[in-house]
């Protein structure tokens, strides 16, 4: 009787469980002014001076504003600040706009752009993001009044507005910052468009509209960033209705959601470049002649195309292409098998010889090693492919313990400083250039490049170090990335930005 | 019994003390470096050096163990390397979300199982074992992301294109729908272990004498499957059960990704790619004392099931 009872129970207990299940879903049923975005991760936390990865930075985008900021085709236009002057080549002054209100109500002035300056910068805090403005020379940043600044650089810094409208340098209030001490992160405070209302940890943070932002209110009342870490998750959300907005779709889905009717696809070119490096210091690819050799023997287009598919396009140069000053004309390395024969031969080594190409375990970069092989073994060269977990590769690949490697830059600036500089300049050796780049004359144009204030001067420097580059052939560009958004077709005033941190201030609901 | 469930208790220590020392010297001596991961790539050694020493990760294997035990005396798990969140408060946030996925799953699992094992131990060699028998072997072959991939496809995706509305949320936590889907995927590979279980446990007690002798009686044959043959039958299949919820406890990183569960499973593995020590530890300490708990219920569960080993708790 009892096992009875017990059966019955649960068909009653699963029943009812199904029969709940079969309500409409929630997200289906979405309030009109919420706005609901699929991000490609959780967030780590909301102080934008301690992240450094994307999918945080896109929501601290919402909440923090910068003195200045990107404009969509990624120039720099004012935000927290109206306008600016450089007062010597190394001290740049901000007027910053008055009547700003934090998010806590208490109203915004040039000691919450000091203090958030100094406490990124102070080595004993641990910041992040303390390296992409370790130009600024925080130790004399003046406060003329409640409404204008002065920020030296230790040196001339040209680019320098364009690295403040990178997320690491978003404003956030002084008091809040006092208030929450090391919780800052779960209760941040800016004065953004959107702020926060709850963080479901792992699951979404919820924003809010802030009414009293400075550009008037946002178009939507609420602002959900729901993490979802799976790529086909994500696409069928959009497609279903459970998310308005969602980022990184997959290469694969790119048809289905071209083809579909509720939803549009926005491709844009993102600032990363895919490259494979040799370590220029060590042998035999100490020798410009065998990397150029290499470089002829590549078919980069294959490699593009395997690898990255629509989510690539085969790289033509030693930047990414969309960053200005990209030098379209420097790639010299078209596919040559004899050249490439009479290089290895001129360089004594006519038999090839045998390499390792180490990688992480990035299924991409594992194709391409792969393909390679196949396309290297014609000039008897061998490759071993050694496959790394992410942090001891990245520890190998800064110790110089590499042949061959593969690596991505994300000039997320948009600045051709941030995307050549950190790459080929000697004193990088160890940090982004792993390629072990040294070469005097490079060194000179950028560090020139960045000390130049003229725009078209400074572009004329970097194509210039671009040539040099191609002939010093450190590196083997594969692809410039391409990424997509799926955006429901009810969303209106939807810009992609190349930075990949879309902005949600003017987008709708209809 | 009290006195042996504090001596099982006291007997955690030991296994807690060796499961974290075991964590940490993997985790330390792994190659890679945490201050690298969390910091761009193009931090100089100086910007490297100068996390590590923020991160106290400058000092010697034993100072840095002694120190975490130090803090564990007093209740503190540390912080974690990346986002300085309190380890024990991130560990806190996922495990609801892991309780109620395992609880969820391993009630379809159970009811699915017992039901199957029972039916194909009874009508042994017939369609009915050979179809239970298939089903869980389909059930244990089946991989989750595929199943989970398949029930998204058919409740969300397919229903929204012909009906207009998704029959369940294709992912997220918060809502008994949202559960559903993810509950059947885990649910139906432990299905399947407990249906063989059940069903093996179930023919051997089924061929003893008493069961004979219940059927001679004239006892219906429900009571004589289900109140005398079931409970004796019930022992491995508890062990098994209480196996399958510790494991179900540890999260399950491919469905929690494909469903965004927010449970332990997919923290654990970010704090592993990003050698986050801290939360590692912490999550490696939880999954322990969870376990323990779990097979310390499981024993004291015989004894309900079977009076006779209320003996050895004494």
């Excluded at chain 1, 005097?440 to 725009?455: C, T």
Aim: glycine share 8%.
């Amino acid at each position: 009787m009892k096992s009875r009872t017990f059966i019955l129970l649960a068909v009653v207990t699963l029943s009812a469980a199904i029969l709940i299940g079969c309500a409409p879903s929630e997200e289906a049923a979405v309030a009109e002014s919420h706005l609901i975005v699929a991000n490609f991760a959780e967030t780590q936390t909301m102080d934008p001076r301690a992240v450094e990865d994307t999918a945080s930075h896109w929501i601290n985008n919402q909440i923090f504003d910068g003195l200045v900021r990107r404009t969509d085709d990624m120039g720099v236009e004012p935000a927290l600040a109206t306008d600016w002057s450089f007062v010597d080549e190394r001290t740049i002054e901000f007027n910053l706009r008055q009547d700003v209100l934090f998010h806590n109500g208490v109203e915004f002035t040039a000691e919450d752009v000091k203090f958030t300056y100094e406490t990124l910068l102070d080595r004993s805090l641990g910041f992040a993001g303390r390296s992409r403005l370790a130009m600024i020379d925080v130790e004399n940043i003046e406060v003329i009044d409640d409404y204008t600044i002065r920020i030296p650089t230790n040196q001339p810094f040209a680019a320098v507005l364009t690295y403040l409208a990178h997320s690491s340098s978003l404003i956030v209030s002084k008091a809040a910052v006092e208030e929450h001490g090391a919780d800052f992160g779960a209760n941040p405070v800016g004065t953004g468009p959107f702020k926060l209302s709850r963080w479901d940890r792992g699951t979404a943070v919820h924003l809010e509209r802030f009414d009293e932002h400075w550009r008037g209110p946002a178009q939507v009342e609420q602002l959900t960033f729901r993490g979802i870490p799976e790529g086909s998750s994500r696409t069928i959300e959009v497609e279903t209705g459970g998310v308005h907005v969602a980022q990184q779709i997959p290469e694969t889905d790119f048809n289905r959601l071209r083809e579909s009717s509720s939803v549009e696809l926005y491709e844009y070119a993102a600032m990363r470049l895919h490259y494979i490096l040799f370590n220029t210091q060590a042998e035999p690819f100490n020798d410009v002649r065998v990397r150029q050799a290499i470089s002829y023997a590549l078919d980069i287009e294959e490699l593009a195309e395997v690898a990255y598919g629509g989510a690539g396009t085969p790289a033509r140069g030693y930047m990414n292409s969309s960053i200005w000053a990209f030098n379209p004309d420097v790639y010299m390395y078209p596919r040559n098998m004899d050249r490439a024969r009479e290089l290895l031969a001129e360089a004594g080594y006519s038999d090839g010889f045998r390499m390792t190409m180490t990688i992480d375990d990035s299924s991409p970069r594992q194709t391409i090693a792969e393909i390679m092989g196949s396309q290297l073994r014609e000039l008897g060269i061998e490759i071993d492919i050694e496959i790394m977990e992410w942090g001891a590769y990245l520890q190998m690949t800064a110790g110089g313990e590499h042949d061959m490697a593969q690596l991505a830059w994300l000039a997320s600036t948009g600045d051709p400083h941030h995307a050549l500089h950190p790459n080929y300049f000697s004193g990088n050796i160890g940090a982004a250039n792993r390629s072990y780049t040294e070469l005097p004359e490079l060194d000179e144009l950028l560090l020139a490049g960045v000390r130049e204030p003229d725009a078209a001067r400074r572009e004329q420097i970097y194509r210039e170090a671009q040539e040099l580059i191609s002939g010093f052939a450190p590196i083997i560009p594969v692809a410039d990335d391409r990424e997509a958004v799926g955006v429901r077709a009810n969303v209106t005033g939807f810009v992609p930005s190349p930075s990949g941190y879309h902005m949600f201030h003017e987008v709708g609901l209809n | 019994m009290i006195r042996y469930i504090f001596k099982r208790l006291l007997s955690l220590i030991p296994v807690l003390l060796g499961a974290t020392f075991i964590v940490f010297a993997i985790m330390f001596f792994t190659p890679g470096d945490p201050a690298t991961i969390m910091l761009p790539q193009d931090a100089t050694a100086e910007d490297i050096a100068m996390m590590r020493d923020f991160l106290g990760l400058n000092e010697p294997f034993l100072v840095q163990y002694r120190d975490f035990l130090l803090r564990l005396a007093q209740g503190d798990l540390g912080n974690s390397f990346r986002t300085g969140q309190s380890v024990l408060g991130l560990i806190l946030s996922r495990l609801p979300a892991t309780m109620q996925l395992a609880t969820a799953s391993l009630v379809i699992a159970i009811m699915i199982g017992l039901i199957a094992g029972v039916v194909a131990a009874v009508r042994q060699y017939t369609v009915w074992d050979g179809g239970a028998m298939v089903t869980a072997l389909l059930g244990v072959s089946m991989p989750n992301f595929w199943l989970g991939l398949m029930l998204i496809l058919f409740f969300a995706v397919f229903w929204a294109n012909s009906f207009g509305y998704t029959l369940l949320p294709a992912s997220g936590y918060g809502t008994m729908q949202h559960m559903i889907m993810p509950a059947i995927v885990l649910g139906t590979a432990h299905a399947a272990f407990i249906t063989r279980i059940t069903r093996s446990s179930m023919l051997e007690v089924l061929r003893q004498d008493y069961i004979r002798m219940a059927k001679a009686k004239g006892l219906s044959p429900f009571k004589v499957v289900f109140v005398h043959a079931l409970r004796n039958a019930l022992m491995p299949v508890v062990t098994i059960i209480g196996l399958r919820f510790g494991v179900l406890l540890g999260g399950s990183v491919v469905t929690e990704r494909i469903f965004a569960w927010p449970g332990i499973g997919r923290l654990l593995i970010d704090a592993v790619r990003a050698q986050d020590y801290n939360v590692v530890q912490g999550i490696i300490l939880t999954y322990a004392i969870i376990f323990s708990l779990v097979t310390l219920g499981v024993d004291l569960l015989y004894s309900f099931i079977d009076p006779r080993v209320k003996v050895r708790y004494r």
